[in-house]
């Protein structure tokens, strides 16, 4: 279990750099276009009401706590994800926020993004490069491969 989450995946050349530009373009515009504005406008969003999950343990937590809990994973696993440390964990943290951004908060809303207003398709469009990280890992142009050396790295 230690080696699917902390290694670095495909050390192959071309899928490396493949998996490198799939997560510094996702990781960066969930940051920037997220991640970021949540931080600046944290007591804003408060005060509009931010979505409080229905299930355990997270209907326990109060808005505060789960908002941080929003900002930590659209800004801080974010950033994880473009520099390729931890990347699998940091993908998951990401992958479960966009699972409830798209069921939970946005649940009433239309899969697609027809006309103007809110929509699950960009929770799923983001859910969707974190599934590919998960499986595929951060490639040899990652922090992980620097950490993971090869003599540890699994074979198969």
Same mark, same amino acid.
């Given at each position: 279990?230690?080696?699917?989450? %902390? &290694?670095c995946g495909t050390r192959d050349?071309?899928? /490396?750099?493949g998996i490198l530009a799939l997560r510094v373009m996702t990781g960066l515009m969930m940051l920037i276009g997220h991640?970021? +504005?949540?931080?600046?406008?944290? &007591?804003a969003i408060l005060k509009k009401s931010f979505y409080q999950p229905d299930f355990f343990p997270l209907n326990l937590l109060p808005v505060q706590v789960n908002l941080g809990l929003t900002i930590s994973a659209e800004a801080v696993a974010s950033s994880l994800i473009v520099l390729g440390l931890f990347t699998r964990p940091a993908a998951f943290i *990401?992958? %479960? #926020?966009? $699972?409830? !951004? #798209?069921?939970?908060?946005l649940a /009433? #809303? +239309?899969w697609f993004m $027809?006309?103007?207003? !809110?929509?699950?398709e960009p929770a799923l469009l983001?859910?969707? +490069?974190?599934?590919?990280?998960? *499986?595929?890992? #951060?490639? /040899?142009y990652s922090l992980d491969a $620097? *950490?993971?050396k090869d003599s540890k790295r699994r074979r198969w």
């Open positions: 279990m230690k080696k699917f989450f %902390f &290694d050349t071309t899928a /490396s750099v991640g970021i +504005p949540k931080i600046q406008n944290f &007591d *990401l992958g %479960f #926020a966009m $699972v409830v !951004a #798209a069921f939970g908060a /009433s #809303a +239309p $027809v006309g103007a207003g !809110a929509a699950r983001y859910l969707i +490069p974190m599934i590919a990280i998960i *499986l595929s890992g #951060a490639g /040899s $620097v *950490l993971y």
